[in-house]
Each structure stands twice: as C-alpha cells, then as structure tokens.
C-alpha cells in the first residue's frame, strides 16, 4: 500500500477512535506509523475532524428553533426585534462556526500543500537527475555555500533566468519549480524553488518531514515557495536558515 491509497482509506476514518479495531483500516494506520509524512496529515485530519465535532456540539439548538423557522414571525402582543428571535441567534452561531471552519480549513490545506511539496523533492532527491550549469547557475550556488546566507531571508532571484542559462527545471502541480544543488559544512543540498502564486499562503514553515533517508525543510515567502532536502537529518537543514 502505498501514501495515496492510504490517505483514500484514511479519510473515512472516524475521529472517535471508533474504527480502531476495523481490519479495513489495519493496513493504512500501519503505513501512516512508517511514513511521518502520512502520519502528520493523518493528525492534521484528525484534528480538523474533531474540531468540527466539537463546534458543533457546543451550539445548542433551540427548543422552539424548528417551529420558529417553519412558521416565521408570529405577530404577538410585543413584537420582539428580528435579531433577538432565538432563530436568527441560532443561525447566526451557525455562521460563525462556518467562519471559523472556513480559517481551519485553508490552514490544514496549507499544511497539506507543504506536505505534497516535502514528498515530491524526498522522492526526486532519491530518483531525481541532478545538476546543472552557466554562470547564473555557480553566481547562485556560490552564495548558498557561504556559510553567512541564511536562506530564512529569503533569495533575490529570477527563477526564469536561471532556468533559462542552466539550472534544472522540473514542473510539480502546475508549477515550474528549479533546482540548485549545492553543500554546505560536508553536506549535500538541493533546493527547489519556485514562484509561490496559489500555491501556498506566504510566511508558511518552516516544517521540517524525514521520508527514509530523505530529510526535507519547506517554507514560503512573499514571493517564493522553498523546499530544501538532503540525506543530513533535519538539524543540517534548519542550520541553513
């Protein structure tokens, strides 16, 4: 079983722990303890599961909320203003919970984002045909080897010139990423950079996953979106920042 086919089983799994005996799911909880990629979504789900459980839970429904929709305002001796109806206050709890599910929601597709990000460079890393050259291509490399670049500051380039006299370019999700193999302190690094656009929000990570021998840092600026990996450990990587 491989990560896709386990987060496609994973998502019926229920959040309250009820499902924990269920042989249909023994195989893909078991790839999710062996993978900290899946592991971490796997949480993150779970999470945003019981979250909206719990929102839910805590509004309590009026006792009169099902007849004061079906029949509307009734005219009484003191007409009471229409925000104070206990089903306008009902509904608008509603709307807030869904706001706050909304906020939720984009933050766990954000981390989702930076995990599909992880993946594709531990695996191209690991299969992937390095390399690259032209003048841009050692300019940028000679910067990232110095020990006084921290790349948390981000990096003042333009991808499409480096693609276009050298570096590497591999295209993920409908995004041309670029590729800078360089080292730093005996170890090996590949950067892979690309123009952030939709990909994900800006000033996300950094956040560190290990896949095999494949430790990866992603994170995103204004501008750009970063994943660096190497074979190192993840404490080689958040030197570099």
């Known amino acids: 079983?491989?990560?896709q086919e386990a987060r496609f089983i994973l998502k019926a799994y229920r959040?309250?722990?009820?499902?924990?005996g269920d042989p249909a799911f023994r195989e893909a909880l078991e790839q999710a303890q062996r993978d900290p990629a899946l592991r971490e979504w796997f949480s993150e789900q779970q999470a945003l599961d019981q979250a909206v459980a719990g929102k839910l839970k805590s509004i309590p429904a009026p006792a009169s909320l099902r007849e004061s929709i079906l029949a509307g305002a009734r005219a009484g001796s003191v007409?009471?203003?229409w925000w104070r109806s206990q089903a306008w206050l009902a509904i608008a709890a509603g709307l807030m919970v869904a706001i706050g599910l909304s906020f939720a929601w984009r933050q766990v597709k954000a981390g989702r984002a930076l995990d599909r990000l992880a993946e594709f460079a531990a695996y191209d890393l690991l299969h992937g045909q390095h390399g690259g050259r032209g003048e841009e291509v050692h300019r940028l490399v000679a910067m990232l080897e110095d020990r006084s670049t921290h790349l948390a500051a981000g990096l003042n380039i333009d991808p499409q010139k480096l693609g276009a006299t050298g570096c590497r370019s591999?295209?993920?999700?409908?995004h041309e990423f670029i590729e800078i193999c360089f080292a730093r302190n005996g170890a090996e690094f590949h950067l892979y950079l690309a123009r952030r656009g939709d990909l994900v929000p800006a000033g996300k990570g950094p956040r560190f996953a290990q896949a095999g021998k494949a430790s990866t840092m992603v994170w995103s600026d204004a501008n750009f979106v970063y994943v660096v990996a190497g074979d190192s450990?993840?404490?080689?990587?958040r030197a570099l920042l």
Request: aromatic share 4%; hydrophobic share 30%; no cysteine.
């Open 170 to 174: 591999l295209s993920f999700a409908g």
């Open 79 to 81: 007409r009471r203003s």
């Open 15 to 20: 959040s309250n722990g009820a499902d924990a």
């Open 1 to 3: 079983m491989d990560n």
């Open 233 to 237: 450990g993840t404490d080689r990587l």
